[in-house]
């Protein structure tokens, strides 16, 4: 019923908020703190339900990663509003001042950033003595150890005519900054009187993180002869800040139905035992359950003996690795799966270091959490890393992991073992495959290929290729190269125009002026008989001169002299000297117009 | 030199012969000297290294052209030196040279990402991940040449088929085309104009060249600009995200070295 009637406001909650703008804002809990210690950095979103943000924020000198996220829900003057907190644990790898840039969130198709923060991380010694105050105090590990196998009640027992109450417990009171440790909390409600639940626990304080709480388990519990409905949150929770920290009770908004006074002629016990004893005539009363607060002593991480592949994990691990595929084709990738199994802060932690992985260049690994309880404090974590063989290997190279275990407060670092891995690079596909061919070539490298080989990102190359500053079309080569096409292709035109008029006798102009000087010859030539002289005259008028009506003038009378001549008499004979004469007379008047 | 002992029948091939492997010549010289650069950037010595690559990068057999590696290298030492933005720089340049280096895209993103600047991927960046411009140019400008001296022999001296035209025209317009649009997308087209904001702290862009001018926001190191104006010793620059205004010309450096800029002018 309670869960019903909670899902029905958070739905009517949800459709509020959705109309709501969108804002994002990052926030540290310290801008400043010592080496050892940690802060928290959070970015709200208000106004969405869900935003991606990233897993982890890249600044040199610091590690920043993702470790959960919470909801808050506020009202004010019966608007609602929702934000998204989202927590990252920020370690400090060194001292300095840092800025830790724009965290960019997308939410409902948008980009948002934050505003870059500045945030510094001082050396122990400088800092003063008061920054740390159980920095004298710190934890012989067998105390630490012991307090956890005590389950810690911080709330005195209820008195029988408390309605409702909350009580919270958490198995250690000393923990490590990082370390985590699960929480519970719960509500107990006078099973007599109907109670809403309005919304979430409200449970934070500076310099704890605490994880999203699941879904609440039902009970039944009686107390003192009183019968209570119980609600059971858990959570884990972790410090960021060393110290003493006092967080405050957890609350829990409800609605309660209290009993009231009875109208007169209601008041008979007859009809108060038809009604099962409840609250039929009661009043609805606005109650905030609460547990009772929390002292928590945070110690920080020491500093002697920390491994430099130490990243954040704080808990008890071991590991185990494996390769899937032990025998890739040459250029093909390997992968080997290292996996972290056991309890602890598995969001927070960093990924395992390839040692000295000579020959491979390898990528980031991706990761998979399987959990093996519902809050994610025990289970594994697989680490996929990506290997390509850059000359012949026929083993994995080996991989480290540090934690700190804080049951006996010392750094611990596993290594694993070195594999059988037999790859070869891409580019000696032709060589031999066998793990003892490649055992024998890797012994006797051949220096040939060696300067071929791809080195890893971050390695100096060896090989130089020359190459300009200035595009092509900006270079003189390029565009001599281009002018002497553009001659070359001119050139190739003209040659092959040149040949199509020597095939063709050359241009219409010079074949007509040649035809001119045939005709012509042929009528100064004595040889040919008057009919084809003229014929020859007639042509060459009609291509020498243009149209008009005295060219068609004298084109007729040739004709006329033609036809005479060639169906008269006298058409066979050569003409006379005289009228040859006359003719070209004739012909060259036309051919100089 | 005079080379005496050489027939003069023989001196005009081997002067061509020594023209033609200069570049080799140079290549083997300049690889002698990055492997010493090397092997110091290997044996944890930046500094050291960073001085070789600086020298060999000034020289001025390295005005016209210049090799991606060299600068990558560079990069690496810059940024083992902490010297992020300056580093963005040289993987920038690097780039610059070849737009296809792996390598160098992932150190520019990686070194970005630690300073807190984005540089989403253009579509050219994707594109010429793939092809060089160069290849682009030259194949295309091959192909089109090609096509046009098809088209004429088809034109003017042989038969006129309509559909070897057709290939011609299309060979010859493709050809150049794709000449054209990698010369448009090639980034050292428009290198001359871009800079990089190198300054260990944000320059503030202000609206007139002078220091008390009014703020109009700043930029990070690292982020790439557009030089639109010159003034003296102030750049009247314009970022990627629309942000314009004046900065100290000290507080950036441009994209395109100094010895390739003179080159350029020359």
């Given at each position: 019923m309670i869960r019903i009637l909670a899902v029905f406001l958070l739905l009517g909650l949800t459709t509020q908020l959705m109309a709501a703008d969108v804002s994002v804002s990052a926030t540290l809990s310290r801008p400043e703190i010592n080496s050892g210690d940690m802060a928290e950095l959070q970015v709200k979103v208000t106004g969405a339900q869900q935003a991606d943000v990233p897993q982890q924020v890249v600044v040199d000198g610091l590690q920043i990663r993702l470790t959960g996220q919470s909801t808050q829900v506020q009202m004010v003057n019966f608007k609602v509003s929702s934000s998204v907190i989202y927590?990252?644990?920020?370690?400090?790898?060194?001292?300095?001042?840092?800025?830790?840039?724009?965290?960019?969130?997308?939410?409902?198709?948008?980009?948002?950033?934050?505003?870059?923060?500045?945030?510094?991380?001082?050396?122990?010694?400088?800092?003063?003595g008061g920054a740390t105050p159980t920095g004298a105090g710190f934890q012989p590990p067998a105390s630490v150890s012991g307090s956890s196998q005590q389950l810690g009640r911080s709330m005195p027992r209820p008195e029988p005519d408390r309605i409702a109450f909350g009580e919270i417990s958490c198995p250690k009171k000393t923990l490590y900054a990082g370390e985590m440790t699960p929480v519970e909390i719960r509500y107990y409600f006078d099973a007599r009187y109907p109670v809403q639940i309005r919304g979430g626990v409200n449970f934070?304080?500076?310099?704890?993180?605490?994880?999203?709480?699941?879904?609440?388990?039902?009970?039944?519990?009686?107390?003192?002869?009183?019968?209570?409905?119980?609600?059971?949150?858990?959570?884990?929770?972790?410090?960021?800040?060393?110290?003493?920290?006092?967080?405050?009770?957890?609350?829990?908004?409800?609605?309660?139905?209290?009993?009231?006074?009875?109208?007169?002629?209601f008041d008979d016990p007859v009809f108060q035992q038809l009604l099962g004893g409840r609250a039929a005539f009661g009043q609805t009363r606005d109650l905030t359950v609460k547990t009772a607060p929390l002292h928590l002593e945070v110690l920080p991480l020491p500093k002697e003996g920390r491994p430099s592949s130490f990243a954040g994990a704080v808990g008890q691990f071991d590991i185990d690795a494996m390769v899937s595929n032990p025998h890739p084709d040459p250029g093909d990738p390997a992968n080997l799966v290292v996996k972290i199994g056991g309890k602890g802060n598995f969001k927070g932690m960093g990924a395992p270091v390839l040692k000295d992985p000579v020959g491979w260049r390898t990528y980031p690994p991706t990761d998979k959490f399987d959990s093996s309880d519902d809050l994610s404090f025990t289970g594994v974590k697989s680490f996929d890393f990506t290997l390509l063989a850059q000359q012949p290997q026929h083993a994995s190279p080996i991989c480290q992991f540090s934690f700190f275990n804080p049951q006996n407060a010392k750094y611990v670092t596993l290594t694993t073992e070195s594999l059988p891995l037999v790859a070869l690079p891409g580019n000696e596909s032709s060589g031999p495959t066998s793990a003892n061919a490649t055992a024998s070539s890797s012994s006797t490298p051949n220096p040939s290929s060696t300067p071929s080989a791809t080195p890893r990102d971050g390695d100096p190359l060896q090989r130089l290729t020359l190459r300009s500053w200035k595009t092509p079309m900006q270079r003189p080569e390029f565009l001599i190269a281009s002018l002497s096409m553009f001659v070359a292709t001119v050139t190739l035109a003209a040659i092959l125009i040149l040949r199509d008029?020597?095939?063709?006798?050359?241009?219409?102009?010079?074949?007509?002026?040649?035809?001119?000087?045939?005709?012509?010859?042929?009528?100064?030539?004595?040889?040919?008989?008057?009919?084809?002289?003229?014929?020859?005259?007639?042509?060459?008028?009609?291509?020498?001169?243009?149209?008009?009506?005295?060219?068609?003038?004298?084109?007729?009378?040739?004709?006329?002299?033609?036809?005479?001549?060639?169906?008269?008499?006298?058409?066979?004979?050569?003409?006379?000297?005289?009228?040859?004469?006359?003719?070209?007379?004739?012909?060259?008047?036309?051919?100089?117009? | 030199m005079k080379l005496a002992f050489i027939s003069p029948r023989w001196g005009g091939p081997l002067t061509a012969l020594v023209l033609l492997s200069s570049p080799v010549l140079l290549q083997a010289a300049l690889a002698d000297r990055m492997e010493t650069a090397n092997a110091a950037l290997a044996s944890g010595r930046p500094n050291e290294a960073l001085a070789d690559y600086k020298e060999i990068l000034a020289s001025p057999e390295l005005a016209k052209s210049s090799s991606a590696e060299l600068w990558y290298n560079r990069g690496l030492a810059e940024e083992k030196k902490g010297e992020s933005a300056a580093s963005s720089l040289s993987f920038r340049r690097a780039l610059l040279l070849d737009p296809g280096f792996t390598p160098a895209r992932r150190q520019l993103v990686t070194v970005l990402e630690k300073i807190g600047v984005s540089a989403p991927l253009s579509w050219q960046e994707q594109l010429l991940g793939l092809v060089h411009p160069e290849t682009m140019i030259l194949v295309g400008a091959v192909a089109g040449w090609i096509g046009v001296m098809a088209l004429v022999v088809l034109l003017v001296g042989g038969p006129r088929r309509k559909g070897l035209i057709a290939l011609a025209i299309f060979l010859a317009a493709a050809?150049?085309?794709?000449?054209?649009?990698?010369?448009?997308?090639?980034?050292?087209?428009?290198?001359?104009?871009?800079?990089?904001?190198?300054?260990?702290?944000?320059?503030?862009?202000?609206?007139?060249?002078?220091?008390?001018?009014?703020?109009?926001?700043?930029?990070?190191?690292?982020?790439?600009?557009?030089?639109?104006?010159?003034?003296?010793?102030?750049?009247?620059?314009?970022?990627?995200?629309?942000?314009?205004?004046?900065?100290?010309?000290?507080?950036?450096?441009s994209l395109l070295p100094s010895v390739a800029v003179s080159s350029r002018g020359s």
């Open positions: 927590s990252y644990i920020v370690m400090p790898l060194r001292t300095g001042s840092f800025t830790i840039p724009s965290v960019t969130v997308s939410a409902d198709g948008q980009h948002f950033r934050t505003t870059p923060l500045s945030f510094t991380v001082l050396n122990e010694s400088s800092a003063g934070e304080s500076e310099g704890i993180l605490v994880e999203r709480f699941l879904d609440p388990k039902e009970g039944r519990e009686e107390r003192d002869g009183v019968l209570y409905n119980v609600l059971t949150f858990r959570s884990l929770l972790s410090a960021v800040k060393p110290g003493s920290i006092d967080i405050a009770p957890a609350k829990l908004d409800t609605q309660i139905q209290m009993p009231g006074a009875l109208p007169p002629g008029l020597q095939a063709r006798g050359g241009t219409a102009a010079s074949r007509r002026k040649r035809k001119l000087a045939e005709l012509l010859s042929r009528v100064q030539s004595g040889n040919e008989e008057a009919a084809a002289a003229y014929d020859a005259a007639i042509e060459y008028l009609e291509l020498a001169a243009h149209p008009s009506d005295a060219r068609n003038s004298v084109l007729g009378s040739l004709i006329s002299r033609r036809d005479l001549l060639k169906y008269g008499t006298g058409g066979s004979v050569p003409l006379s000297g005289t009228e040859r004469a006359k003719l070209l007379e004739t012909l060259q008047t036309f051919s100089s117009i | 050809g150049h085309g794709c000449s054209a649009f990698g010369t448009m997308i090639d980034p050292r087209r428009t290198a001359g104009s871009k800079a990089v904001v190198i300054s260990r702290t944000s320059p503030v862009l202000r609206a007139t060249p002078a220091d008390s001018a009014t703020s109009s926001g700043s930029l990070p190191p690292g982020t790439l600009i557009t030089v639109l104006s010159r003034n003296g010793d102030w750049w009247y620059v314009a970022s990627g995200s629309g942000l314009t205004g004046w900065i100290p010309s000290a507080t950036a450096s």
